[in-house]
């Protein structure tokens, strides 16, 4: 089913999003030393990417190839998609903050984690499905 092109797609898909949520985190916060932070914000959020998000997105990828649910439109696999995404983006951030806390996980305090791995991990689906019709753009344009 999955083949070196799909993991490569998975870590291209990783590194893409880690740059977009820490370029977007600087602009958002106005940080004013570019380079110490961005390398500090990469070192934090690839990790929970190329562990968290992709072992999350192959095993939802792995449930839809295996579900009968690959008839639906695209649009209704899109939205649920957003949804099943968003959650794992909670459960990733879950996980993370709870190796860097070591245990000591405060849930009512960290809501804006949750909200950040949300947006992280719904960013990380619609990164992955641009690469995914680039991808078929692409070899189309190759054969013709």
Do not use: H
């Amino acid at each position: 089913m999955f083949k070196v092109k799909y993991f490569i797609r998975k870590f291209v898909v990783s590194m893409f999003a880690t740059l977009f949520v820490c370029l977007s985190m600087m602009l958002l916060d106005g940080v004013p030393t570019f380079i110490e932070t961005f390398l500090f914000l990469f070192i934090l959020v690839f990790p929970a990417y190329l562990v968290g998000g992709n072992a999350y997105s192959i095993l939802i990828d792995f449930l839809w190839y295996k579900s009968n649910r690959n008839q639906l439109s695209y649009f209704s696999k899109f939205i649920s998609n957003l949804l099943i995404y968003a959650l794992g983006g909670i459960i990733v951030s879950i996980l993370y903050l709870l190796i860097l806390t070591s245990g000591n996980l405060q849930f009512g305090v960290n809501y804006r984690y949750y909200l950040f791995g949300i947006i992280a991990a719904i960013l990380y689906y619609i990164v992955d499905e641009i690469l995914i019709r680039f991808g078929r753009s692409f070899r189309k344009q190759k054969t013709i």
